[in-house]
């Protein structure tokens, strides 16, 4: 009988810096992105500091995991630097069970490699369930709400006055960035990645090669009044910003550029949206993010009846368990499907009809 591999006696350190070469190499092949990496990176680091870097990984318990999960969660979040934006002490639920993650893939690999003679997280205590409701604007829009976001943009893009702000010369592009955002729901990272070339346009039909999370790609069909808005931008604005900066090989095949030519960034994708929303009537305002555009696409979608593999094909989630995070439930929702139930005209003794109900009117109509 061969005797099992003795563990390896390599410290949390060690152990931690051995496991981020691995997932740089990881990075390098595709297999991860460049922002999975950096969560990792952040992730590992501060469990070697909750274990003590100098102590031997195979030592650890699921008793001590836990022990640093909690005191984890208690720390401050250093992603909010603005109080305002973050309500309360320590981190949510979300976010420690996000870590948790991190640190179970951690030692997994520390198996793998008999680090460790047993997986310490077989023993740590379930992660907990996320209860706390999502911060308003990380929250879906309402139909009405996106159709008058989407009704905004286009007026700033179809007005005739002479703009007398930098930002007001830029409507076109501010039109399609927004309606990329709230028709397909890319991740905002996904959209100021893109490039002009990811977009296939062909006189029937416009596609955009979406290069995601992981390496991974999705191509998804841009509807005719998206492939307008598309076309606006590429054959009058964005020459004219792509003139501004000729030596820049990036922004010369970057999709969405700045007024200065640059490719243009997650924190310029999030100003111009906060502009738009500043613009929309009174009764839809509210604070909104890029993240929540997507929150929207799925709400909605899966609210029309599409197939939530469907929305998830979409949004390049690999599993349906990941979309289902993204449907948030919409005032009013509850409501009207009450209403429109099957059985819900059984009581007077008439059979529910198919054109029982109103309507939707897609949020995209609002591009026209």
């Known amino acids: 009988m061969v005797a099992p591999p003795r563990p390896e006696r390599v410290t949390v350190a060690d152990a931690g810096d051995r496991y981020l070469a691995a997932v740089r190499v990881e990075t390098v092949r595709g297999v991860l ?36 999960l909690v005191r984890y969660q208690a720390g401050p979040d250093g992603r909010y630097t603005d109080p305002a934006r ?76 002479a703009p007398t702000r930098a930002d007001q010369a830029l409507a076109d592009r501010d039109r399609l960035v927004v ?3 709230i028709v397909l729901g890319p991740r905002v990272s996904e959209l100021v ?11 029937d039909q416009t596609s955009w090669r ?54 243009l960034d997650t924190q310029a994708v999030r100003a111009l949206l906060a502009r738009a929303v500043a613009r929309m009537p009174e009764p839809y305002r509210r604070p909104t993010t890029p993240h929540a555009l997507r929150h929207t696409t799925a709400t909605l979608l ?21 979309t289902d995070v993204y449907l948030d439930r919409i005032d009013g929702e509850l409501a009207a499907a009450l209403r429109t139930h099957p059985l819900a005209t059984s009581l007077q003794g008439t059979p529910p009809t198919a054109a029982s109900g109103s309507p939707r009117r897609s949020p995209e109509s609002s591009l026209r």
């Open 302 to 322: 899966v609210a029309d009846g599409w197939d939530v593999k469907v929305v998830a094909e979409l949004l390049g989630h690999s599993s349906i368990a990941t």
């Open 193 to 203: 990645r893109a490039d002009v070339a990811d977009f296939v346009r062909e006189p």
């Open 179 to 181: 309606a990329l955002l």
């Open 86 to 161: 973050k309500t309360g002490p320590g981190r949510s639920t979300a976010t420690v069970n996000r870590f948790r993650q991190s640190v179970t893939r951690f030692f997994s690999h520390a198996t793998r490699q008999c680090w460790v003679q047993a997986d310490p997280m077989q023993w740590a205590a379930p992660p907990a369930k996320v209860r706390e409701r999502l911060r308003v604007q990380r929250t879906a829009l309402s139909a009405s709400a996106a159709q008058a976001l989407l009704g905004t943009v286009r007026q700033d893009a179809t007005t005739t006055a």
């Open 210 to 263: 979406i290069l995601g999370k992981g390496g991974s790609t999705r191509k998804v069909a841009l509807s005719p009044p998206l492939a307008d808005a598309l076309e606006t931008y590429l054959g009058t604005l964005r020459p004219r910003l792509a003139a501004r900066r000729p030596d820049d090989a990036d922004a010369q095949g970057a999709l969405l550029l700045s007024w200065r030519g640059r490719r």
């Open 33 to 68: 992105s460049a922002a999975t990496e950096r969560s990792y990176r952040r992730d590992v680091r501060e469990l070697v500091e909750l274990l003590g870097p100098d102590r031997v990984l195979d030592d650890v318990t699921g008793e001590d995991v836990d022990d640093a």
